[in-house]
């Protein structure tokens, strides 16, 4: 029965990575739930999984900013936030019954809120992939031979 399980939790893990990939491209698909949602899920099925979805250079530092500190970085926000604009947008103008248009958009900004609340990752623990800590700047040191210190 525990392999039955821990496929399951694998398999489900692999469908929320994979969700959470398609809502890179897709602005109605969020992606960093789908990604602590694999994270969770692996963590219970396949450790390694979750090591590597942990260590992945484009979803990994903001999932450990996430369980380390609940902070979400600035870019992060950013992008939520523009995104939940732009679907407050498309929702206005496309649904027609004003009870569940307004539903939408009240829980868009109860959402939008929320994340804008969340406090920002510690200087250089969490932040975007592509940009370097200033201490990485200085140094050189690279993502991995950071991890391998903590």
């Known amino acids: 029965m525990p392999n039955i399980r821990h496929a399951i939790y694998t398999a489900l893990a692999g469908i929320s990575f994979a969700l959470g990939v398609i809502g890179l491209f897709l602005p109605v698909m969020p992606t960093t739930c789908f990604m602590l949602l694999a994270v969770w899920l692996a963590s219970r099925g396949s450790p390694r999984f979750a ?10 530092p903001s999932i450990s900013a996430w369980e380390r500190e609940r902070a979400i970085p600035r870019h992060a926000k950013r992008w939520a936030l523009a995104m939940l604009i732009v679907s407050m947008t498309v929702i206005g103008l496309s649904v027609e019954s004003l009870p569940v248009r307004v539903a939408l958009i009240v829980g868009l900004s109860g959402l ?6 969340r406090p920002v990752p510690r200087q250089g623990l969490g932040s975007c992939p592509m940009l370097p800590a200033p201490s990485e700047r200085l140094t050189g040191a690279s993502c991995s031979s950071q991890r391998a210190n903590r």
């Open 51 to 60: 090591l590597w979805i942990r260590e992945h250079p484009r979803f990994g």
């Open 112 to 117: 939008a809120l929320w994340i804008a609340t």
